[in-house]
């Protein structure tokens, strides 16, 4: 029976998240194309003859930025501005009092909108295949589920950092400054603009402590099929999460203690 | 056009967005970190594209550092006044409040373009002007006045030209209404900007040129600062300028006859 509850809130949720979603396709799908700054990259790399001094082929680094492409497009978290709205706006009061955490309504509009997103990244992937029929391959099927996988880790890591940084809001109002610091790190050391095998070595040397390789560069190597730590890997990502979790359920329980509705 | 009427109204624009923005002063701490970080993280990534090569597209490093420079001038530009003015656009016209705009006494595109100023782009604009100076240094460039004049020149017009791009975009929310994401895509394409527009292939080389005239927004002013360009690439940059700036502007009044008001 409760079982059963849960999956119907959760069914629920989804549900009128997807059409909510869905209202706002072109938004999606403009979102979808900002992302293809691997592509631009890609072509300094190869056109330069760079990939030559990190010993990875043209076509395995043309695959790798693709996956970077994809694992950046349904790894893409903004719960912070959605919360820092919802908060000044004062709609957080009745989420509140609502018996679900509010990050849940949040989490399945994220949810959503991957399954929105998808079919437009899927027109991205052909187009660069016409323009690249040479790096055209199948992942086999251990491969594209462990990538998904860890994509989907990658995505609640981030997920969980910037609900975290959501929280702030409790404190601060204006958190989304905030997130833009944070994301200045995760654009340049995430793997997205180049891949982290190119780094020098006084930055390799503690940069796989961090989360942020397993944020992009991990899945997308494994997606690709260049060479990668895979037990690592995962390991490091599960262990982040187990990190970030309990801090999050602080903040969250210590927040909302500190709360008072805008105007009282 | 009486122009001591609009400098007065620009005063006042002024010092309201100044007092209001001046109410989160950690948030400006944080946006003058984050503007900082970005920097970092652009001559690093720059610094991956050296590691192994001389030159990326004809260009060396110093030479390169340049156009990081004039990026993020351009940058600190764009988070000044168009980031916060032009994608209110949408708001003006979802929310219908667009008719409060039309109604004063004063040209609307002055007014949208101009009503807010953040403060926290005035740092960035410093550091691309540090740069610019210490590329002066290391580049062994002689400066006089006529020097300064063409340079001050070609980056007057590379800020036209970007304003008229972003206007231009936001011009068609009036039709189009939900596109809070359409400058998402602009920001994401002129992101190329910080690199040598050689560097790319011919194909891509020729989309920014014509389509998003990149060339001439960072990589002809560039070309100014190391001397290297020829008269005839300035005429053109000074060409191009005005075709943009006047189309926009005619795009916007021809949009305008469009407007329906919110819900009618």
Known sequence: ???????????????????????????????????????FMLNIWTNN??????????????????????????SVVWVAFSFEEDSLMGKVSPYLIQPLNPFF?????????????????????????????????????????????????????????QSIIACLCFWTEKASSIERLLFIPTLFLSGLLAPVIS?????????????????????????????????????????????????????????????????? | MNLRKYIKVY????????????????NILIDLVTAILSLIGSIFLLSIFFQNSNTIGGWNFEQALIIQGIY????GVTNTWFNPNLTEIVKYIREGTLDFVLLKPIDS???????????????????????????????????????????????ICSISILYSLW??????????????????????????????????????????SIFIPIAFITTIPSEVFLGLTQLWKILLEVIVTSVFVFTSRKFWLFALKFYTSASS
């Not at chain 1, 251990?142 to 990538?147: A, C, M, T, V």
């Not at chain 1, 099929?225 to 999050?248: A, C, H, K, V, Y």
């Open chain 1, 1 to 39: 029976m409760r079982s059963n509850l849960i999956n119907h809130k959760i069914f629920t949720l989804l549900k009128v998240q997807y059409s909510n979603m869905l209202e706002y396709r072109v938004e999606i799908a403009l979102w979808a194309i900002s992302g293809i700054i691997p592509f």
């Open chain 1, 49 to 74: 003859n760079l990939n030559e001094s990190i010993n990875i082929s043209e076509v395995m680094l043309s695959r790798y930025f693709l996956s970077a492409f994809f694992v950046r497009q349904f």
């Open chain 1, 105 to 161: 309504r949040y989490f399945a509009q994220h949810i959503a909108e991957q399954i929105t997103r998808f079919p437009f990244a899927i027109i991205i992937a052909f187009f660069f295949f016409i323009f690249n029929p040479e790096s055209l391959w199948i992942p086999n099927f251990d491969i594209l589920f462990l990538s998904i996988l860890s994509t989907f880790l990658s995505f609640l890591i981030q997920f969980l950092i």
């Open chain 1, 199 to 264: 780094f020098p070595n006084y930055v390799k040397s503690w940069i796989y402590l961090t989360p942020f390789p397993y944020l992009i560069d991990f899945p997308a190597n494994l997606l690709s099929g260049n060479e990668t730590n895979i037990s690592g890997g995962f390991g490091m990502q599960i262990l982040w999460l187990l990190l970030l979790f309990p801090f999050f359920k602080k903040i969250w329980s210590e927040g909302t203690k500190k709360y008072t509705a805008m105007g009282s």
């Open chain 2, 11 to 26: 005063a006042k624009f002024l010092h309201t967005s100044l007092a209001s923005e001046l109410e989160y002063k950690t």
């Open chain 2, 72 to 75: 993020t001038l351009l940058n």
């Open chain 2, 109 to 155: 595109q002055f007014f949208i373009s101009l009503k807010r100023i953040s403060p926290s782009g005035f740092l960035e604009i410093m550091l691309g002007i540090g740069i610019l100076l210490y590329c002066f240094k290391i580049n062994q460039i002689y400066l006089n006045l006529s020097f300064l004049v063409l340079c001050f020149i070609t980056i």
């Open chain 2, 167 to 208: 206007f231009f975009i936001s011009t068609t929310t009036i039709w189009f209404v939900k596109t809070w994401n359409a400058t998402e895509v602009l920001r994401s394409f002129l992101y190329v900007g910080r690199f040598p527009l050689n560097s790319f292939s011919f194909s891509l080389r020729l989309f920014f």
